[in-house]
């Protein structure tokens, strides 16, 4: 199905508590409606994190030291996702890695009157270099530390489903593997371990701009599908990728190295 990621806003709107993650001005909610309503058929998913409007540039709220602070973080995510829900979107997908934050969404979409918005928890997400691009372009970076206290250490393809599994018993509907072309090993582990339940996997900047840059200098754009391939081999139902414009229009153009 088509549908769509809104995901960051504007960068200069930060405070110490994420206000302009879903306040009145907030540009995720701006733009979800307009989507909803110029495209009514089109699925939206909002991704769902304080980073990008913190001040302190982390997933949640820290103390003195630098720790994260659990039970507010998870309190604020999850009044974030209500807002997104009650502006329309189908489906929230927080990114924050922060323990308990399932359980505390899915509470909070129920009591709210938003239980059939979906939840897609980036359940399995590992403390990844190809982050980079992105976050140098979003200025998303933290102002101190780093986010290794809460996401996965690359090594580690057992914890990474440990997490998936925490968030699936806490009710996700859709778990997420990120970044994807370096831990197809653990989208597998997944699929055979959960056969129904849904996978998603995030092809992310770092993915992209390699990937990218060999289609562009090598003359064969297939190696975007072949990269595509790859994930949906290992397991994957969702791909969300930068490529997918590219592969958009290949669909349209009837492009031949769709067929491979």
Same mark, same amino acid.
């Not at 709107?13 to 979800?32: F, L």
């Not at 998913?45 to 540039?57: H, K, P, Q, T």
């Not at 997104?84 to 359980?103: C, E, K, Q, T």
């Not at 770092?206 to 391939?229: F, H, K, L, T, W």
């Given at each position: ?203 992310? &900047? ?23 391939? &790859? ?30």
């Amino acid at each position: 199905s088509s549908g769509i990621n809104a995901e960051y806003g504007d960068s200069s709107m930060k405070d110490e508590r994420a206000s302009a993650a879903d306040s009145a001005e907030s540009p995720v909610i701006a733009a979800v409606k307009v989507i909803k309503s110029r495209f009514p058929s089109l699925l939206i998913a909002c991704d769902v994190c304080m980073c990008d409007y913190s001040s302190n540039g982390h997933c949640g709220f820290t103390d003195s030291s630098g720790s994260i602070l659990l039970a507010p973080s998870v309190a604020r995510i999850a009044e974030m996702s209500v807002s997104y829900a009650r502006a329309g979107a189908h489906i929230v997908a927080p990114s924050d890695m922060l323990d308990n934050r399932i359980a505390a969404i899915k509470a909070a979409l129920v009591s709210s009157g938003h239980a059939s918005t979906a939840i897609m928890s980036y359940s399995t997400k590992f403390a990844s270099a190809l982050y980079g691009p992105f976050r140098e372009a979003c200025n998303s970076a933290p102002s101190f530390g780093d986010r290794k206290c809460y996401q996965l250490p690359p090594g580690s393809g057992r914890l990474g489903c440990l997490t998936a599994e925490r968030d699936i018993a806490e009710g996700a509907d859709m778990v997420m593997v990120k970044p994807g072309q370096f831990y197809t090993d653990v989208i597998r582990r997944l699929r055979e371990a959960h056969p129904n339940q849904l996978i998603a996997t995030y092809q992310v &900047s770092g993915e992209y701009a390699m990937i990218r840059n060999y289609a562009d200098s090598s003359g064969y754009p297939q190696v975007i599908v072949e990269s595509v391939c &790859s994930l949906r081999r290992a397991g994957a139902d969702i791909i969300i990728s930068y490529f997918t414009p590219d592969l958009l229009r290949m669909m349209r153009d009837g492009d031949g190295v769709l067929s491979m």
